[in-house]
């Protein structure tokens, strides 16, 4: 089992800066590729980004590419997104995910753990 807690969600104005961080507890976390996605109301949970078990690659959504940044510590079993030049489009709740193999997120949308949430609200 792994267990997975985000924080730093917030409200930020368009343009503004925001960033994420998510602490896993359990099993060992480089065991594991992570990966956050997002869920805007009424809207399916989509993949923003992720990052393989060693960090040696990241992958992104085209929509935040550029903008936003996945990095990981396994030290300290932390996974953290930093989000730049953040749009209204980008409000969501954001969810940290842990799976073995990072095409399970990125081409299936699934994911084997999950947290449970943190709200990005991004006002115009």
């Known amino acids: 089992q792994v267990q997975l807690v985000e924080s730093g969600g917030g409200l930020v104005q368009a343009g503004g800066s925001l960033g994420l961080s998510c602490a896993a507890s359990?099993?060992?976390?480089?065991?594991?590729?992570m990966g956050w996605f997002r869920q805007a109301p009424g809207k399916e949970r989509d993949f923003v980004a992720g990052?393989?078990?060693?960090?040696?690659?990241?992958y992104y959504a085209d929509s935040v590419k550029g903008r936003f940044t996945i990095s990981r510590d396994n030290a300290k079993k932390t996974v953290y997104l930093q989000m730049k030049r953040l749009k209204p489009e980008d409000t969501a709740v954001y969810y940290c995910a842990a799976d073995p193999f990072i095409a399970t997120m990125r081409s299936k949308l699934r994911s084997k753990y999950w947290g449970q949430g943190t709200q990005v609200t991004v006002s115009s």
């Open positions: 990052i393989t078990w060693n960090g040696d690659s990241t």
């Open positions: 359990g099993r060992t976390f480089s065991d594991y590729a």
